[in-house]
């Protein structure tokens, strides 16, 4: 038993900066998408499976649209660094760098129906969802051309 947790407990691989900033960008998204944290209610539906339906919203707002594009970027961007850095094939790191966001944003949408003050929207999962696409294909680009590589070795080299 013990060899067991021992096998459990060692890793072969040294963690990555870039999964644990990718976790404080997920606490941080949580935070913006749910702040204020009170006035939670249970949504006015008639049907439960409405309040599952995401909709488009009437209005349109240039910097919402922008915030929600640019604010899943990053979190794309540093799960595809941080698995391709655990030595996960390039198309897994690109495959999660994708899903994982996509349903965090789906997530915290859902839970926007909970607050009153909060619009959940199709359009911002829709933005959320296109913004960490970019930030994984910018991601899987610079892993291709190499800089990625380069980096990884300059940081193990200085640090």
């Given at each position: ?31 913006a ?111 291709q ?10 940081f193990?080299?200085?640090?």
């Amino acid at each position: 038993m013990t060899e067991l947790l021992r096998a459990l407990a060692k890793t072969e691989y040294p963690p990555s900066l870039a999964l644990w900033i990718a976790w404080a960008w997920v606490l941080l998204i949580v935070y913006a998408s749910l702040y204020p944290f009170v006035g939670w209610r249970i949504p006015p539906v008639s049907v439960w499976s409405d309040a599952l339906v995401l909709a488009w919203p009437r209005w349109s707002g240039l910097l919402d649209e922008w915030l929600n594009g640019l604010g899943y970027t990053p979190l794309g961007f540093f799960l595809f660094v941080g698995f391709v850095h655990r030595r996960r094939s390039v198309g897994l790191a690109l495959l999660g760098a994708l899903l994982w966001p996509v349903l965090l944003s789906l997530l915290m949408e859902q839970l926007q129906q909970f607050l009153p003050v909060r619009v959940p929207s199709l359009k911002d999962w829709t933005l959320n969802t296109a913004g960490a696409s970019v930030g994984a294909l910018l991601g899987w680009c610079l892993h291709q051309w190499g800089v990625l590589q380069r980096w990884r070795g300059w940081f193990q080299d200085w640090f």
